[in-house]
């Protein structure tokens, strides 16, 4: 079982639509959680932090469920310039960073 | 402005041929590390390093080497590149439990 997994994608959505995408990671043990935004052929973006109580940037929602092991990412009102792949990131005990392998977004006019 | 910087960004080379990639920080950052990127693997850490002076593998080590001699500074080495390692390569840089600040990337071929 990978350490942290993602539906690949893509998801395909119309401007102004809702899209959730959820990520499942293996280790009961990791401590922070993160999203990342990576456009086509560019270095990953912090998007937010996810906290244990969930957290709001504008738009953009994430939530963790520490008892299920897995975290989400909620966009309202998609833009066009949402298009990008959305990275999971999980940190553990070590302090390591373990990446998924992203969802592709692709908003469409 | 903060960054990462990489150099250079694109390369294309020959099996064998000694290559280097540089790194660089402005941020005072501890922990540096190197990722490659591959379509359906996502980003596996190479190698990575805690502060100056200490390094250590990550997921994907073989056939690449690192140094630490400076805080700033974090090349990667290919002492004998292989076709196997072409890909889209980033460095990273952060504070511990931080945020994880990457370098623009380095797309590698080698024939």
């Known amino acids: 079982r990978k350490e942290v997994e993602q539906d690949p994608g893509p998801f395909n959505v119309p401007e102004g639509a809702t899209v959730a995408f959820n990520c499942t990671y293996s280790n009961s043990a990791s401590q922070s959680f993160f999203w990342y935004r990576q456009d086509c052929r560019k270095e990953p973006k912090l998007l937010m932090s996810v906290y244990s109580s969930g957290n709001e940037d504008g738009r953009f929602t994430a939530q963790l469920n520490r008892a299920s092991q897995y975290i989400s990412l909620l966009i309202r009102d998609s833009k066009l310039s949402d298009s990008a792949t959305y990275l999971c990131v999980v940190n553990e005990m070590t302090d390591k960073l373990i990446f998924g392998t992203g969802t592709r977004l692709q908003v469409f006019p | 402005e903060a960054q990462v910087t990489q150099n250079p960004r694109y390369l294309i080379t020959v099996t064998g041929k000694k290559l280097t990639v540089t790194c660089s920080q402005n941020?005072?950052?501890?922990?540096m590390s190197w990722y490659r990127q591959d379509p359906g693997l996502g980003l596996r850490q190479i190698y990575y390093s805690m502060n100056v002076e200490v390094t250590d593998k990550g997921d994907v080590p073989e056939g690449y080497k690192v140094s630490r001699k400076e805080k700033r500074n974090f090349p990667l080495i290919l002492e004998s590149p292989s076709p196997n390692q072409t890909s889209l390569y980033f460095c990273?840089?952060?504070?511990?439990?931080?945020?994880?600040?990457f370098g623009p990337g380095t797309r590698l071929t080698v024939l």
């Open positions: 990273a840089s952060r504070r511990l439990s931080n945020e994880q600040f």
């Open positions: 941020m005072n950052h501890e922990y």
